[in-house]
């Protein structure tokens, strides 16, 4: 399961400089490993054809385009040569916002390996899950690529991308959602959270919850609770909702015998006070009553 060496020594290298300063690369280090930086045009870079990310923020693409534009690019990308031209291997978000910003050329490190598609796949997905930069979504499909791919178990791929194997499992269930819940979940409308108390529910129900998690902004524990009670059949997930306000049936009976500027909330009522004068006569209404 181990990388190509010449390959993974290349991306540790970059790595490594990225996280003591990411302005320096060490140009020297990376020709001795058969890898060279150069400025490279943006067209004659093709994608990662395993990419798994599908997803890109395009709010922070243009952020990131702007800053590239203001500051340079900081991170190179890295290559690999192809006879008609260059495959991105790591920083297609660094290369979109190239072509965002209408930056005709690159900073990447070529590195002078060869690689096979299967490599090429596994390296993509191994990437993007040690960088974390994949939707839960995303995340989940990784996972069950490695693992049909080399035909392993949760446990060698916890070991392998460096995550607890409760995490890789609880991940890849998000798989069995529906269409529609896992779309809201990589459009951000709903929590992994969230959607993690919706595995096991059926298509419909499975909507009715979001919808009612969109429009009522309910929390990972309100989905619980109503998920619980219709499966205890106590109320009907289309009736659940956030609780109202347990002191609304009574709030005229409060105004009419709390003689102090008060507020009602949902469970609370609050009483102001203006001067010591105003606490001393609430004291001595708690003592009549």
């Keep these: 399961m181990a990388l190509g060496r010449g390959l993974g020594d290349?991306?540790?290298?970059?790595?490594?400089?990225?996280?003591?300063?990411?302005?320096?690369?060490?140009?020297?280090?990376?020709?001795?490993?058969?890898?060279?930086?150069?400025?490279?045009?943006?067209?004659?870079i093709t994608?990662?054809?395993?990419?798994?990310?599908?997803?890109?923020?395009?709010?922070?693409l243009k952020e990131l385009s702007a800053s590239i534009r203001e500051h340079g690019l900081l991170q190179p990308i890295v290559v690999i040569e192809k006879a008609d031209g260059y495959l991105l291997v790591a920083g297609e978000r660094r290369l979109r916002a190239h072509k965002i910003a209408k930056i005709d050329k690159v900073k990447a490190i070529i590195a002078n390996v060869d690689i096979d598609e299967f490599r090429l796949r596994e390296l993509a997905l191994i990437e993007n899950i040690q960088r974390e930069n994949l939707n839960a979504i995303e995340l989940a499909n990784s996972y069950a690529e490695l693992i049909e791919v080399h035909n392993i178990t949760h446990d060698e791929l916890s070991r392998i991308v460096h995550k607890s194997r409760s995490q890789i499992t609880n991940t890849m269930r998000l798989l069995s959602l529906s269409t529609y819940a896992k779309q809201q979940l990589v459009e951000g409308k709903i929590s992994q959270g969230h959607a993690k108390?919706?595995?096991?529910?059926?298509?419909?129900?499975?909507?009715?919850?979001?919808?009612?998690?969109?429009?009522?902004?309910?929390?990972?524990r309100d989905v619980e609770k109503m998920v619980k009670n219709s499966k205890d059949g106590s109320i009907p997930a289309k009736a659940a909702a956030k609780p109202a306000s347990i002191l609304a049936d009574i709030a005229e009976e409060i105004d009419a015998n709390l003689p102090f500027?008060?507020?009602?909330?949902?469970?609370?009522?609050?009483?102001?006070?203006?001067?010591?004068?105003?606490?001393?006569?609430?004291?001595?209404?708690?003592?009549n009553r």
């Design 47 to 60: 994608p990662n054809p395993y990419q798994p990310r599908k997803h890109f923020d395009e709010k922070a």
């Design 10 to 44: 290349i991306l540790s290298e970059v790595e490594e400089a990225y996280e003591k300063d990411l302005g320096s690369i060490d140009s020297f280090e990376l020709e001795a490993q058969g890898a060279r930086v150069e400025e490279l045009p943006v067209e004659k």
């Design 261 to 287: 500027k008060h507020k009602i909330k949902s469970k609370s009522v609050e009483i102001f006070f203006e001067n010591t004068h105003e606490v001393e006569n609430f004291l001595s209404f708690l003592k």
């Design 197 to 220: 108390v919706l595995v096991g529910l059926d298509e419909k129900r499975q909507k009715v919850i979001i919808d009612s998690i969109i429009g009522q902004k309910l929390s990972v």
